[in-house]
């Protein structure tokens, strides 16, 4: 039997196959993450981000970190939007309720249009039946 002698080069496309293959998580660059998702998870977390950044650039004295789009109603899949009526944000540790419509392009990775109400703050006695949790 002849032994097997693989060239630097050969062992060297090899090893660069197998470490593309299985490149962490921390590594990939958004774009890549994002578009792993399927296309109504990307809209609504491009959506989301979106909605928090607004509130917390127009409404002193908020900082939002949390925004759950379905807390209080469905969302709704339009095309290449999201129209989430039943939102809530989280800003400290108070809730608030959130109504917001969104519309996106480059399959879901770019926001063309956003537009949002802010409501009430949310009581504490409700957080727990609509997927709400303290900071």
């Known amino acids: 039997m002849k032994p097997v002698c693989f060239g630097l080069g050969s062992l060297a496309l090899a090893s660069l196959a197998l470490a593309t293959a299985v490149i962490p998580a921390h590594a990939r660059s958004s774009t890549d993450q994002m578009m ?3 296309p109504a998870a990307r809209m609504e977390q491009r959506c989301n981000a979106r909605g928090m950044g607004l509130v917390g650039r127009e409404h002193k004295g908020f900082h939002p970190d949390e925004l759950v789009a379905y807390a209080y109603a469905n969302t709704v899949i ?13 800003s400290g540790n108070t809730w608030y309720h959130l109504s917001y419509d969104c519309e996106t392009a480059n399959e879901g990775l770019d926001i063309k249009s956003f537009s ?5 703050a949310i009581p504490n006695s409700e957080w727990e039946g609509h997927y709400l949790v303290g900071q």
């Open 78 to 90: 339009h095309d290449a939007g999201i129209k989430a009526p039943g939102a809530a944000v989280r």
């Open 36 to 38: 792993m998702l399927d």
């Open 116 to 120: 949002y109400k802010l409501g009430a």
